[in-house]
């Protein structure tokens, strides 16, 4: 069963602008991470915020964790044509768990 | 270039035939994985491994087996494979004290006929 859910399931914006994706999951995490998918292509990590963190910042990404709520947001500030892709949210639960990842958000910049 | 390479790229199989999809990492990373990503399900975790010589179950294992004989290798076996194992299939890997990154290959897009 699928611990984490994006939302939007698509967005689509100018390039210039921010986009804002979220997850949200059903059980206590150990940390919460963020990839990105180019289509046709493998995964690659973009950022980990622990579960005692609260917010995160890595260039023109931001993330942000709220466990009482047990959700989280991706910002991609000054959005641009290469940030086309899918973001996924994947929790972890811990050391005998495994990271279950969300279906994905599908972000179009158009130029 | 250090990281995960899969092989094949992409293959046709007929239903009922063995198919075993390769993945090999350079980063002596002890921890592997196998994902099927299917439209509308996401990714879905097949089998890991923890370290070489040990392997466990994921989400979505039956009709599929893996072997972990050293630390690089991780091949993914479908012994009959049946129509419903079409997808694409990535071999994921992650470093021993990290917090669970996880570093993925290209992908293997497999249709079974």
């Known amino acids: 069963s699928q611990q984490g859910e994006e939302d939007p399931q698509a967005l689509s914006i100018q390039e210039g602008e921010n986009a804002t994706m979220n997850c949200s999951y059903k059980t206590s995490i150990n940390n919460l991470q963020w990839y990105r998918q180019n289509s046709g292509r493998g995964l690659v990590h973009l950022i980990l915020i622990r579960s005692n963190e609260r917010e995160k910042h890595s260039g023109r990404l931001r993330v942000t964790l709220d466990t009482s709520k047990k959700s989280s947001s991706l910002l991609i500030t000054a959005s641009r044509a290469a940030d086309t892709a899918s973001y996924f949210c994947?929790?972890?639960?811990?050391?005998?768990?495994?990271?279950?990842f969300g279906k994905g958000t599908l972000l179009t910049v158009n130029p | 270039i250090a990281g995960i390479t899969q092989a094949p790229t992409s293959q046709i199989l007929a239903a009922g035939r063995r198919m075993t999809l390769r993945c090999t990492q350079d980063m002596r990373h002890n921890a592997m994985y196998w994902y099927r990503q299917d439209l509308g399900l996401g990714l879905r975790l097949i089998h890991y491994s923890n370290t070489a010589g040990t392997t466990g179950k994921g989400e979505v294992p039956d009709g599929y087996s893996v072997s972990r004989a050293n630390t690089d290798d991780f091949p993914l076996t479908l012994a009959s494979a049946v129509p419903s194992q079409t997808s694409v299939y990535f071999c994921?890997?992650?470093?021993?004290?990290?917090?669970?990154?996880?570093?993925f290959g290209p992908g293997t897009r497999l249709t079974v006929l």
């Open positions: 994947a929790t972890d639960r811990g050391s005998n768990y495994k990271l279950t």
């Open positions: 994921a890997s992650s470093p021993e004290g990290s917090y669970n990154e996880q570093f």
